[in-house]
């Protein structure tokens, strides 16, 4: 097996797993009760809320655990109750169907067109600010393509005139550096499985000052903004694999990177016609999304997942459905070349053997459509 989709979740770190399985066995105390089972439960939360921060830039006040990136990014937007909200055209679909949720509870929302190159302009953002605007959300670094958008120049513009920023750094976090205070941002939100810790621990860093009404009634978890029992093991989780992220992310960005360079210049060598979509200046280590002219990238994931190999042709959030990606659709791809695209995503457990097996089998497969053709 050779797993080539870690923008789509990552394995979890060996240290990270023996770390978190005491709080699954022995420790499994509910953090809330205040016997000593469940005292050494709410200090692991609580230390693994200070290495979220230090690994961020921000204080552990500041720092609110949920189910995963896309509650986190749904609470964000939901909290918007009648201003306006701008946002762009290549979000994940927890932030852009949270906000056709609320457009049709009245609220507006400019979405933002982006270059060719998956980038959007502060020029569009100056020309979208209005009187009412109440919230901007961008992300960080897209899923499906790695763009890094200019938050740092969205910030000064937005600080000037007191308007929210929030930013989805999902895909971001534990790849590239991330600090909050450099950002400038209000609201950012992650999720440990993109990082190697465990599924279903998300991460939102609110500033202090910022409010947002409660998500989950029922108890004070959370400081009474999300109740409910603490899944501990996967706080546990998140703590140690954003440490381990951030402490091996320079030697992993430069390796990832070799990866991506060898990928491309391997199947360009054999097929000259493959559009590289996003942009390659500003793009996250570890990510490549190619156009394969004549094919549909559907073929090709499924010729190299009979060959063991994973990767995908979209978000994970939307596989399954016949549609172009939203996200290439964006970037002016015709809807025929949107569908013949995949993503190779590589993570830490890859090498660069596997990154020669997965050029020669996609050059093949493509080879043997043709053919079949």
Known sequence: ????????????SATVLEKMLPFLQEQYGNASSQYSLGISAKCAVEQARQQVAVAIGAESSEIVFTSGGSESNSWVLSS????????????HYSVLDACHSLERNGIDVTYLPVDCKGRVSLDSIKEAIRSDTELVSIMLANNEIGAIQPIDEIREYLRERGILFHTDAVQAVGKIPVNVKELGVDLLT???HKFNGAKGTG????????????LIFGGEQERGARAGTENVAGIVAAGYAISESVND?????????????????????KIPSIVINGDENNHLPGIVNIVFDGVTGESLMHLLN??????????????????????????GLTEQQAKSAIRISYGRYNNMNEVKIIVDTICNAYNKILAAK
């Open 249 to 269: 992310m320079t030697a992993m960005a430069t390796k990832l990177s070799a990866f991506v360079q060898a990928t491309i210049c391997g199947i360009r060598a």
């Open 80 to 91: 918007v109750s009648n201003g306006h909200i701008i946002t762009s055209s290549i979000e």
């Open 306 to 331: 009979l060959k063991g190999i994973f990767v995908s042709t979209s978000s994970a959030c939307t596989s399954g459905n016949d549609k172009p990606s939203h996200v290439l659709m964006a970037l």
């Open 190 to 192: 992650a999720s440990s």
């Open 1 to 12: 097996m050779i797993y080539a989709d870690n923008a789509a979740t990552t394995k979890i």
């Open 203 to 214: 991460i939102l860093y609110k500033r202090n000052g910022v409010s947002l009404p409660p």
